[in-house]
């Protein structure tokens, strides 16, 4: 588990900033970073994924930027709403063994209205 | 699409009980999944299978644990005797496989050993 970091562990946002959570990893074997929502009760499911050839990628409100070289990768929730209040995950992985990911610790994020 | 389903969605036993926990994969999924989620230790891999064979049982913490998965829609998790510290959610998850195709997870089975 700490080949993953993710940080910070709980994170408070008003309704429209913008929230941000960081995953640093050590495996530099991992080729696949994708970012996973689980909402209370329910199983995490993927939100948005990058590949290490591309240094952002956008989907919406949601970004993910991809540093290589420092071994980060981040999310960013533009516009937050108070239905992204969730625990997010980062959970990198290598291709060559299927979907055999690295979940972080997790991030519970809380939108205020 | 029903997506993965897990049973029973909570389950409280004492100490010694054998507890199974039992998944439905996707059809048409041809990898599954067993995870564990404690506040401690996050989301852990306990055990993998491709197309109905165990690939990776690394994860599974002692042998009181055991999976199994006889056929291609249904998969058992086995914890023979259960003791407190399994006090946890168990996901199971599957994928059509493929690269980086994304895990569908299920709702969970929260155990509850005391």
């Known amino acids: 588990q700490q080949q993953v970091k993710q940080s910070p562990q709980s994170l408070i946002v008003q309704k429209g900033g913008i929230s941000i959570i960081n995953c640093a990893y050590e495996?530099?074997?991992?080729?696949?970073f994708p970012w996973y929502q689980q909402f209370p009760g329910k199983g995490p499911a993927l939100l948005i994924a990058?590949?290490?050839?591309?240094s952002e990628k956008k989907e919406g409100r949601f970004t993910i930027s991809f540093n290589k070289s420092a071994k980060q990768f981040s999310l960013h929730i533009m516009d937050s709403q108070p239905g992204d209040s969730a625990t997010y995950f980062c959970?990198?992985?290598?291709?060559?063994?299927?979907?055999?990911?690295?979940f972080g610790a997790g991030t519970i994020l809380r939108v205020k209205s | 699409d029903a997506g993965v389903i897990q049973s029973p969605r909570h389950e409280v036993t004492e100490m010694g009980q054998e507890v199974t926990l039992r998944c439905k994969p996707i059809s048409g999924h041809n990898s599954l999944f067993w995870y564990r989620q404690t506040m401690m230790r996050g989301l852990e891999l306990l055990i993998y299978?491709?197309?109905?064979?165990?690939?990776?049982d690394s994860g599974m913490p002692e042998d009181r644990f055991s999976a199994k998965m006889p056929n291609a829609s249904f998969s058992t998790l086995k914890i023979q005797p259960s003791e407190p510290r399994d006090s946890a959610v168990y996901f199971c998850?599957?994928?059509?496989?493929?690269?980086?195709?994304?895990?569908?997870f299920g709702n969970g089975t929260r155990l509850t050993v005391t």
């Open positions: 495996n530099t074997a991992f080729d696949y």
């Open positions: 998850a599957s994928t059509p496989g493929g690269l980086n195709s994304p895990l569908h």
């Open positions: 990058i590949r290490p050839d591309v």
């Open positions: 959970a990198p992985g290598v291709k060559e063994y299927g979907n055999k990911l690295v």
């Open positions: 299978f491709n197309n109905n064979v165990p690939i990776d």
